[in-house]
């Protein structure tokens, strides 16, 4: 019988994946798959699962996570750090799902089931900062933590207007920060209001911020803001978020491989919607080393 590790969180989204467990469990007994759960949790449990795991991998064929970004990267990054090459499957039940909806994935449980009880795989590309990886987007500056500082009771009612709404609040508080950024190809010091390392086109459920990225051509695509007057703010985010970055002054577009960044100030980095590590950063990429369950 084949075994499907099944790790889901309960708080993501509407949290309405505790009551479709049945049905999902009973799709996978039917195609005679054996199904075991887990819980997601922030705890050493959660690593220790992959370190067994890795003991057993021969023994699983698939990987489900019933999650948002920030569950989904959890999972890879321990994925990773265990050299796990198992398939994975999402259900995207999260509150913007960036990293999903690049597939056209649906938060329809029994549609998505019908995906992944299929065998077919897609390879794509998975960051690295500072020996953690992420699946979308690694971001630090003004407005980026904002997404860390929002009530999940509220995510739940508003979706990703909790965001947007939360991101309004601070922006009178935007202050620029001292960056050098290096890559194989070019060093930039500049003032920034914000930079977004992008493994897929979106964020924060915008899906045209990095128009030109493909997930799994194994490069980077950077954007930021560099320091501008409060006046040109309107024009600058819409050009961010309708993927015009080329035809604006303040705003940097480029792409690389590896990446270097020194920041002088104490500054929140965040890797898919969760916090990251301290600077400096190094920044890298593994090319198509997620196998990923499609259509």
């Not at 795991?53 to 999972?75: M, P, R, T, Y």
């Not at 998505?112 to 065998?119: K, N, R």
Request: proline share 3%.
């Amino acid at each position: 019988m084949k075994k499907v590790l099944f790790i889901y969180n309960p708080h993501s989204g509407d949290k309405t994946i505790v009551n479709n467990l049945d049905y999902i469990i009973d799709r996978f007994q039917k195609r005679d798959f054996e199904i075991y759960l887990y819980r997601i949790d922030r705890t050493k449990r959660f690593e220790k699962l992959f370190t067994r795991l890795k003991e057993h991998e021969k023994e699983f064929s698939k990987i489900l996570i019933a999650g948002g970004d920030g569950s989904v990267s959890q999972v890879v990054n321990n994925m990773i750090k265990n050299n796990i090459d198992i398939p994975l499957g999402i259900y995207p039940i999260g509150t913007c799902n960036d990293f999903a909806n690049q597939f056209d994935f649906t938060n329809d449980i029994k549609k998505q089931t019908d995906i992944l009880l299929q065998e077919k795989i897609s390879l794509v590309d998975v960051g690295t900062i500072n020996g953690t990886a992420f699946i979308n987007v690694a971001s630090f500056g003004s407005l980026v933590s904002t997404g860390q500082k929002v009530d999940d009771n509220i995510k739940t009612v508003l979706g990703p207007w909790a965001y947007y709404f939360k991101a309004l609040e601070e922006l009178v508080d935007m202050k620029p920060l001292t960056v050098r950024i290096e890559t194989e190809s070019e060093i930039i010091n500049e003032e920034i209001f914000f930079m977004l390392i992008m493994n897929g086109k979106s964020a924060g459920g915008f899906s045209k911020i990095a128009n030109h990225a493909l997930i799994s051509d194994g490069i980077l695509d950077i954007v930021i803001l560099k320091k501008c007057p409060f006046t040109e703010y309107p024009k600058v985010w819409l050009d961010i978020l309708s993927g015009k970055d080329a035809r604006n002054k303040n705003i940097i577009y480029t792409k690389a491989k590896k990446i270097q960044i020194q920041c002088e100030q104490d500054v929140i980095v965040d890797i898919d919607g969760e916090r990251g590590p301290d600077f400096p950063l190094d920044i890298g990429i593994y090319h198509e080393r997620l196998k990923l369950l499609t259509k």
